[in-house]
């Protein structure tokens, strides 16, 4: 299986400040890494798919990248709703992996 | 907007089997994949498997000899079983619509928190 290595684990942030979370892949995945919001008794939401493309009704403050096996989320001005847990997922081939989760919360 | 909502017992014994359903509201489970991925106690996330009409299941081979999908599109809903369940299970379970190509999770029910205890 494709091994899916994140962070960091946990960061603590202010409403305004700037995030970057990443991911590596242990192989080359092309461009298959989607990035998914994760709060608790909520549904998931996909944010970014192919590495960079914003699924529709994603603010445009959050954007995705990626440099060889290394991809990474960012979320530009941090607003209330976004505290949650982030996780990237590659769908490159393979049983589909996640990374570990990246918590987003309020310092 | 598709919707999905899991349904099912919140609490197992060990070696007892985990039933779930998730019933599909605002669009056919005739179209894309259907799948479970499940969140452990440490937050990690976990995929299950998928199925889709007309196709054989595709499994984690990790869970494979424990896991079987079935899809019932005349009620728009499709099912987990997991078989001889250890505390190792207790998660919350979630299902999502996996899109063709490239498999992205589109749309994701709330989830299900299933405990395994004695």
């Known amino acids: 299986d494709i091994q899916m290595t994140q962070s960091p684990s946990s960061l603590s942030v202010s409403i305004g400040d700037r995030v970057t979370i990443t991911c590596r892949a242990s192989q080359s995945i092309s461009n298959s890494l989607n990035w998914y919001q994760v709060k608790p008794g909520k549904a998931p939401k996909l944010l970014i798919y192919t590495s960079s493309t914003l699924h529709s009704g994603v603010p445009s403050r959050f954007s995705g990248s990626a440099s060889g096996t290394d991809f990474t989320l960012t979320i530009n001005s941090l607003q209330p709703e976004d505290f949650a847990t982030y996780y990237c997922q590659q769908s490159y081939t393979g049983p589909r992996t996640f990374g570990q989760g990246t918590k987003v919360e309020i310092k | 907007q598709v919707q999905l909502q899991e349904s099912g017992p919140g609490l197992l014994k060990p070696s007892e089997t985990l039933a779930l359903t998730c019933s599909v509201s605002?669009?056919?489970?005739?179209?894309?994949?259907w799948g479970w991925i499940r969140q452990t106690p440490g937050k990690r996330l976990e995929w299950i498997g998928n199925?889709?009409?007309?196709?054989?299941?595709y499994y984690n081979p990790s869970l494979e000899s424990r896991v079987t999908m079935s899809l019932d599109t005349s009620k728009n809903q499709f099912s987990l079983i997991l078989s001889s369940v250890t505390a190792a299970d207790t998660a919350i379970y979630y299902c999502?619509?996996?899109?063709?190509?490239?498999?992205?999770?589109?749309?994701w029910g709330q989830g299900i928190l299933v405990t395994v205890s004695s």
């Open positions: 999502a619509r996996e899109t063709y190509g490239d498999p992205v999770f589109d749309n």
């Open positions: 605002g669009g056919s489970t005739r179209t894309y994949y």
């Open positions: 199925i889709y009409y007309g196709g054989r299941p």
